[in-house]
């Protein structure tokens, strides 16, 4: 005896996907949630980097340094993370897809400026830059390097002027102790900060003198 046997199963239907993003090398994407925003990010990045792609940048942070393997040494960048049973540095943490971030609360605040505090309280006080350390009259060397690259001449020969009475002459026979003390050196190259403030005082050389008016 023959059995026929009848096919009662339809073909199954697959939605048609989309190509897969991926960042400039190659990494997935994927999403996640940041203070209630759907952001997209990519396998590899931290939260602090995918918030800080999506213009979240009030995260505050001092240790973190895209040129450096992240060491959550100081501990400011912590978030809530759902699920998570304590806050975590979002720069060492990696993103993952689905995850639920809080970046501000209360708690956190509370968190973040203890840890602050803790860092002062063994700070060792030297807050001038150390160009301004060594310069043996501690002019204000910031001060006038920030008006002089805005063009300011005048109010950066005045500046120099209020500590040295001859910013022209000491500007080419000064020996410079605070170049060699100049921090930039780690990065690029020294500032020429004696031969800086001579050509402020260069500039407004033949200006008739102008008392200084002090603060009440």
Request: with cysteine; charged share 20%.
């Amino acid at each position: 005896m023959a059995i026929s046997v009848r096919d009662t199963f339809s073909p199954i239907t697959q939605e048609p996907q989309g190509p897969l993003v991926r960042n400039d090398v190659g990494h997935p994407s994927f999403t996640l949630t940041i203070d209630g925003k759907v952001m997209q990010a990519y396998q590899g990045q931290t939260i602090l980097s995918v918030a800080i792609d999506n213009g979240i940048s009030d995260i505050p942070n001092l240790c973190n340094d895209e040129k450096l393997e992240p060491t959550s040494a100081c501990r400011m960048c912590l978030v809530h993370i759902e699920g998570a049973d304590r806050p975590l540095p979002s720069c060492n943490t990696p993103a993952t897809p689905g995850m639920v971030v809080t970046t501000n609360s209360d708690k956190l605040f509370h968190i973040r400026r203890t840890n602050l505090e803790m860092m002062l309280s063994d700070h060792n006080a030297y807050c001038q830059p150390p160009c301004q350390i060594d310069c043996p009259t501690h002019i204000d060397i910031p001060g006038y390097l920030e008006l002089i690259a805005k063009g300011s001449m005048k109010e950066a020969a005045r500046l120099v002027k209020e500590v040295l009475p001859f910013p022209y002459i000491l500007g080419l026979t000064c020996p410079a102790p605070c170049q060699k003390a100049c921090r930039r050196t780690l990065v690029e190259e020294e500032i020429a900060i004696c031969r800086m403030h001579g050509h402020a005082a260069e500039y407004s050389l033949l200006d008739p003198p102008t008392p200084y008016l002090k603060d009440p």
